[in-house]
């Protein structure tokens, strides 16, 4: 009939925050994004932050802060309220890794929505990342997380200079110190203790480099807070703790004990990682049940990899007798015990292995042993053998069977540096690794896409 609508008809409706679309935690910025400035020359301690909000009420699980250097400090994450109190803090001594770093508290922080906070973290070292004017006109929106523009609630981003951790209250040229968060909307309910699922060096272990790394694979991520020399430690047979730096790597749930000096030759040691309410827990406050323990025996001397490196191809599909090796020098004198590879098949077979002088092409030791099962396998020679500092020699092994282990374009871009040792970029000396088909063993002297075939060496700097 054509009449209107007398008045307008109007209401209105708000959209929910997106909560974290991707996964749970959530971040302001992804691992991805990196600082301009990623180390300023400044070596005093401080404090740095950033003021955030979040659309929704939720919970902070941890704190993260971009490292640019590799420089061995002691860092301590916070989060404050507004005015200064502190709600978590979580602790890391000795990191000297770069990048992005996570410290998780040992119990979630529960935050209110459209609140502001503080996340920042303390550097003994200073050299922080640093990207002057980052705030000044605009803030960071991650849903349902925002770091604040400059101005919208005072400055952003905040320091503050110190020789302890301190609410940082000041800014200079709304500069991004580059701090971020662990949010997430729920808490988890998770009573489950975790487990170790996987270490390295095996348990029983024999022949293991000195210069190893040890490693603990867990079940789920843990609250790497938790996660110390005093949580995971290596004993030697006195029960004298071996002194090392703890790390923990968020991605594959794996924490690696590094020993700050070489291990001794032919000797056991005990690796523990440490349950109950002062030992390593997970993301929900969960212990180990008990505490996880296993041994291991070094073996003569140094390798260029540790027995936790593993091929990207096990085993390939190539049943060809064939010699493959690997080109490799040594900064000082010394001697080679024995020579290594990884095998990736159960096949019981006698391998032969040799170490070639590169430049005579000459073979200056050989030995033979019947080998079964997968992964690092040793071959000792009747003596050993010396070499000479900064020359280059070939180890390699024999196989009649092919299925050997493989990694391609290894060594394209760069080589091993494990000093003294170092396997060869390719290109520095000719091509590595190097292959040679036969029925016998001979030196491998052709190349393919600068392949790793995973041959190593035992040296020693005395016989």
């Not at 503050?160 to 909307?185: E, M, R």
Request: hydrophobic share 35%; proline share 3%.
């Amino acid at each position: 009939s054509g009449n209107a609508l007398a008045t307008d008809f109007t209401w209105t409706f708000t959209t929910a925050a997106s909560v974290c679309p991707e996964q749970q935690p959530c971040s302001i910025w992804t691992n991805s994004t990196i600082p301009i400035n990623q180390s300023l020359n400044d070596t005093n301690a401080v404090e740095l932050g950033v003021k955030f909000r979040s659309d929704i009420d939720g919970y902070i699980t941890g704190i993260r802060f971009y490292k640019g250097n590799t420089i061995t400090g002691n860092y301590t994450v916070n989060l404050w309220d507004s005015n200064g109190q502190n709600l978590g803090t979580a602790t890391r001594n000795n990191l000297s890794t770069s990048g992005w770093q996570t410290l998780t508290f040992a119990s979630p922080v529960a935050i209110t929505a459209n609140t502001t906070y503080v996340a920042s973290y303390y550097t003994s070292i200073g050299r922080y990342a640093s990207d002057n004017g980052f705030f000044a006109s605009s803030g960071v929106v991650q849903a349902p997380l925002r770091a604040l523009s400059d101005g919208e609630s005072g400055g952003n981003g905040v320091f503050k200079y110190g020789s302890t951790s301190a609410f940082p209250d000041q800014s200079y040229q709304s500069s991004n110190y580059w701090v971020d968060v662990l949010f997430s909307a729920t808490v988890s309910t998770d009573t489950t203790a975790p487990t170790v699922i996987s270490n390295t060096p095996v348990s029983s272990g024999t022949g293991v480099s000195i210069s190893t790394t040890v490693q603990a694979t867990f079940s789920e991520a843990m609250n790497s807070s938790t996660l110390s020399n005093t949580t995971f430690q290596l004993r030697d047979p006195s029960n004298n703790l071996v002194a090392a730096t703890v790390t923990y790597d968020t991605a594959t749930q794996t924490a690696t004990l590094q020993p700050n000096a070489n291990l001794a030759v032919n000797t056991t040691y005990t690796a523990t990682v440490s349950s109950g309410s002062s030992g390593v827990k997970d993301l929900a406050g969960n212990a180990l049940a008990a505490n996880y323990i296993w041994t291991f025996t070094t073996g003569d001397g140094i390798t260029l990899w540790d027995d936790s490196a593993t091929p990207s191809v096990v085993q390939v599909n190539d049943t060809g007798a064939v010699n493959l090796g690997v080109k490799f020098r040594s900064d000082v004198d010394g001697y080679i015990k024995a020579i290594r590879f990884y095998k990736g098949n159960n096949n019981t077979t006698t391998y032969t292995v040799n170490l070639w002088n590169n430049s005579t092409q000459a073979s200056i030791a050989t030995a033979s042993e019947s080998k079964s099962g997968t992964g690092w396998q040793t071959v000792n020679f009747t003596n050993p053998v010396a070499i000479t500092a900064n020359t280059v020699y070939v180890a390699s092994y024999f196989t009649s069977i092919g299925l050997y282990s493989l990694s391609s374009n290894y060594f394209t871009n760069t080589g091993v540096d494990r000093p003294p040792l170092y396997a060869l970029q390719n290109g520095v000396s000719g091509g590595n690794g190097v292959y040679f088909y036969s029925s016998t063993a001979g030196l491998p002297n052709s190349t393919f896409n600068s392949s790793n075939y995973w041959v190593d060496v035992v040296f020693s700097t005395t016989p």
